[in-house]
């Protein structure tokens, strides 16, 4: 049977790929009791996080995934454990699914390093992850391929549906900052043909990229730029930065460093665009950012951003104009903000 060409709405393949940390995390959950702290009264995260004994940054990204799940609810920044978790998942209930649910727990990998993240804040899964090694700016040649791949197969729809948007006609110079394979890049030129693209990357992520960019037939408007994003200074002409995914690698912190390299080396009136899967300001959903941020909590330094959380990294580095849009298909936003 003839494969078919990718469309510009992948939704379904991503509840696939994130189905699997739902019930690790409701059983990471049980097994620190969660849903029994917070059956009789509400506590705030903190508050929470230190009568179980557990990480509140990482609690608060797992109540993020058990709110979408629909098993606790926050109210005035307090989480309370709802009817659904109170009758099947306390351990006291009548009715509770401890049994059947958990009895296999210890033989998942996941729940295990869910529970590492909970105790610690992080686990040997982030320790091992390409991190440590972007931070140096030395990613081995295997590992640059690797994750190149890996990107640019849960990027294909996605860079179709952000090129679509309008925002793009006004661009000459696109820098695609932390780029991977250069999917975005290359869907963008493909696109608008006025516009040019250049990947910034790590000097291997540049050659595992250079690949990609080679088979789509547009060299002679997309290229690649080795470059240590954290250390370097960054050159100047484009008219805009995009970040696909980098943000939710990093912490605030790192993230205000980025965006004040990014604000040094645009132009006035230049454009940084983020691309990310959001969190609801709540931080109770929705489902796919509240699975993707565990992902990013097992594998990175960061999380799924709210927009109310970006804007507030832009604005302090002195962006103005801060808005967000939904790309179209799949879960994504394009959060854009203007130099002054």
Known sequence: MTALPATSDDGAVWQLWLSPYFLPTVTAADEIGTFAAISDEALATAELADRLGVNARALAIHLGLLAALGLVERREGRWRATALARTWLHPDAEGYYGPLLFGFRDSQPLHRSLLETLRTGTTATEHASAAA??????LPQEMAHRIAAFMNSHSVASSKAAARLPLFAGVGSLLDV???SGVFAIEFARAWPALAATVLEIDTMCVAAQAYVDRSGLAGRVNTLPLDMFR???????DA???????HDWTAETNRLLAGKSFAALPSGGRILLH??????????PLIAAAFSVLMLLGTRGKQYSFTELREILESTGFVDVRAERTGGGWYSLVSARKP
């Open 232 to 238: 370097s200074d960054w050159p100047e002409g484009h």
């Open 133 to 138: 090694e972007w931070e140096r700016g030395a």
């Open 178 to 180: 932390g780029g991977g």
């Open 241 to 247: 930065h995009f970040f696909s995914n980098i943000f």
């Open 276 to 285: 990310e899967i959001l969190m609801d300001d709540d931080g109770c959903g």
